[in-house]
Each structure stands twice: as structure tokens, then as C-alpha cells.
């Protein structure tokens, strides 16, 4: 029998119902919590896709938890992925970007899983048309519907699903559940559903390029400074050439292009920020553990990432990720020089 590829496609929720049968004990829920994550991103890709047609784009006149204005697309997509996750049944607590607290589901549809999200990240790019992307984490809550909040403050180490949606020139998805493996799918739009279009995304060990806000570099610690120096300015006898320096201040954007192409992505802590600027929760846990499962490493400069134990869920950390002997060649720049990490 040929296998007529264009009627056998692998879309996401066939993916993710072949890795439900790989767990004998799974009950399909996760399965459903997928759908909802998906309606999220397809949502907002539509809304991206036109926000300038119909002017979505511009503050919506209040700020959230960050103090940064909240443009009407960040509104928009919050409340959508709110509702849709809610309507699932099958989370107790989320966490967004955009809401000062943790939100608590309704009594009749909690269900077992914490999520925390960023609903745009890098939305500050909106009006530039820079790729910007929705950020997700899902946790599996011990005591699942009848769980307290203590519960989402763990070692991301618990995380259980991570992924990311970027929407740019074309809608990609993003996922691993921590089985060694990292897919990218990618949105076809004429069928509204999630192809898979990068199997087995493994991360190259070294790269080319890294990829920092130089604007900060007056603030860095020395180890921060150390380390890009050496990629900056290898030494004659190394025979090495420098590194290419590719920043588009969206880390949906930024993390995408290490993740394909190698080299490392950072976002040190500094004078102005000891703890960094990324938040643990919807933005470091969840790429963490994407680069991880790709084979890389991410790391905080001393510390791995997806060992930090947040206090606060709008907790910040430090950010160095990329592939193996990149992050190794932090750790020595760490090791050998101050730091407030
Ligand atoms: P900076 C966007 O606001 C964001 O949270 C990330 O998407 C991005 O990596 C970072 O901030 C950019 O921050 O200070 O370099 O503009």
C-alpha cells in the first residue's frame, strides 16, 4: 500500500494522542488541555495575522503586573487563552504574564494541571511586525483538583510539558513532553491545524551566533563580560573567527533561531537587574526545558535553569541557553570570574 504522504499527515493532536498511547496510565486529559492550548494559539495567530488591518494594535490604556503598557492584542490574547484553558476542565491554577495573580479555576472545572503562560511575549514589537509568540509550561498538581497553591512553586524540574507558538511569516509551534524530544509544527492555515514539520529538533552543541542585548553591557558582571568577549574576540591561536551577533529582543523569536541554528541565547543578570529580566515561570522554565530536550543546556550562569525553586510567581532569573559546549564555555567564564549569580 503507498503511503500517500498528503493524506497520512501527522497534525499536533495526533501527535499528541500517539504520545498519550505511549503512557498506558493516561487518562486523555492532557490530551484534552492540548486542544485548549491550541485554540489559544490559533486565536491569537488570527488576531496577530490582522491586528493592523483592524487596528488591534496600540495600548489598550492600562499596565500589567510588569508596569509595561498592555498593548490590545496582550488583552485580547490573555482572555482568550483564559477561557479556553478554563473551559478545559483540566487545570486548577494558571499563571499569566499579564494577571498580578494566580488565577483559580472555578470549583466544577478544576482538573490536575497547572499552567502558566505568556499569552505575547515580545509584544512590545507588535507595531514593527516583529515575530512575537505565546509561552507555555504545564505542571502536574500532586494533589490535582484539590491542590494548594504551594504546589506551583517547585523545581521547574517538575514541569511536564513545554512549548511555544511563534507567529511570524508563518505560524510554528514548538513542543516536547519531556521524552527526549522536541517537535515543530507548523499551522496550515487552510485546514486550521498544526502540521508537524521539524521531527526531532536536536539542538547543534556550537554555533555561530550569540544573541544579547548589548545595550546592558555597561551593567554586566565581569563573568558576563568575560564570556562574550571570548566569543567576540577569540584569540589569535585559537584559530577561531567571531561569533555573529543576531538580536530581535522577542525570545520567542531569539530562542526559535537558537533552538535551529546553534549558539547561544542570553539574558544575563546586570546592575539594573541582579535577577535578570525573564521570568521563571512562563518564560525560562518552559524554553529551558525546550533547549534541554533538544540536547542543550540553560543555564543561569551558576546554576541550572530548571533547578531554580521560584518564590514568587512573577519571580525573575538569569538566562544563558544554547547548545552543550556553548553553555560549558559560560560555566568556565562563570568559574573564573565575579558575578552577582
Ligand atoms: P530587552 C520581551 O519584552 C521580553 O520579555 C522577551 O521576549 C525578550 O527576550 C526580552 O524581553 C527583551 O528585553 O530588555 O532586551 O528589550
Excluded at 209 to 227: C, H, K, L, P, Q
Excluded at 266 to 275: E, G, I, N
Aim: hydrophobic content about 40%; charged content about 20%; glycine content about 10%.
Amino acid at each position: 500500500m503507498t503511503d500517500h504522504h498528503q493524506t497520512n499527515i501527522m497534525t499536533l493532536t495526533r501527535y499528541v494522542l500517539e504520545e498519550q498511547r505511549q503512557h498506558p496510565d493516561a487518562t486523555g486529559d492532557l490530551t484534552v488541555a492540548m486542544n485548549s492550548v491550541q485554540l489559544g494559539c490559533k486565536f491569537v495567530e488570527s488576531c496577530v495575522r490582522k491586528a493592523r488591518l483592524v487596528n488591534l494594535v496600540g495600548l489598550a490604556g492600562n499596565t500589567n503586573v510588569q508596569g509595561e503598557d498592555q498593548k490590545k492584542l496582550d488583552v485580547l490574547s490573555n482572555e482568550m487563552f483564559v477561557n479556553a484553558l478554563k473551559a478545559s476542565g483540566k487545570f486548577s491554577f494558571m499563571v499569566s504574564e499579564e494577571v498580578d495573580d494566580i488565577i483559580f479555576v472555578p470549583e466544577s472545572l478544576r482538573g490536575k494541571y497547572c499552567i502558566t503562560f505568556d499569552p505575547l511575549d515580545g509584544s512590545s514589537n507588535i507595531d514593527a511586525g516583529v515575530n512575537v509568540g505565546t509561552i507555555f509550561g504545564i505542571w502536574r498538581l500532586p494533589s490535582g483538583p484539590r491542590a494548594t497553591i504551594d504546589e506551583i512553586l517547585v523545581p521547574g524540574s517538575e514541569i511536564i510539558a513545554g512549548g511555544y507558538c511563534m507567529y511570524g511569516s508563518s505560524c510554528n509551534l514548538v513542543l516536547t513532553f519531556g521524552n527526549g524530544t522536541v517537535e515543530g509544527f507548523t499551522l496550515d492555515p487552510a485546514i486550521g491545524e498544526f502540521i508537524l514539520t521539524h521531527p526531532d529538533i536536536r539542538i547543534p552543541p556550537k554555533g555561530k551566533i550569540y544573541s544579547v542585548n548589548e545595550g546592558n553591557s555597561m551593567y554586566w558582571d565581569d563573568a558576563t563580560r568575560s564570556y562574550f568577549d571570548s566569543v567576540k574576540y577569540p584569540s589569535p591561536e585559537s584559530g577561531l573567527k567571531p561569533y555573529s551577533a543576531r538580536y530581535i529582543g522577542s525570545m520567542v523569536a531569539d530562542v526559535h533561531r537558537t533552538l535551529l541554528y546553534g549558539g547561544v541565547f542570553a539574558y544575563p543578570a546586570d546592575r539594573k537587574s541582579r535577577s535578570g529580566k525573564l521570568r521563571i515561570l512562563y518564560e525560562s522554565f518552559p524554553m529551558a526545558f525546550i533547549i534541554e530536550q533538544a540536547g542543550g543546556r540553560a543555564i543561569t550562569g551558576t546554576q541550572r535553569v530548571l533547578d531554580l525553586v521560584p518564590t514568587h510567581i512573577h519571580d525573575r532569573c538569569p538566562v544563558f541557553l544554547g547548545g552543550t559546549e556553548e553553555i560549558a564555555q559560560v560555566e568556565a567564564a562563570f568559574a573564573s570570574h565575579a558575578s552577582w549569580v
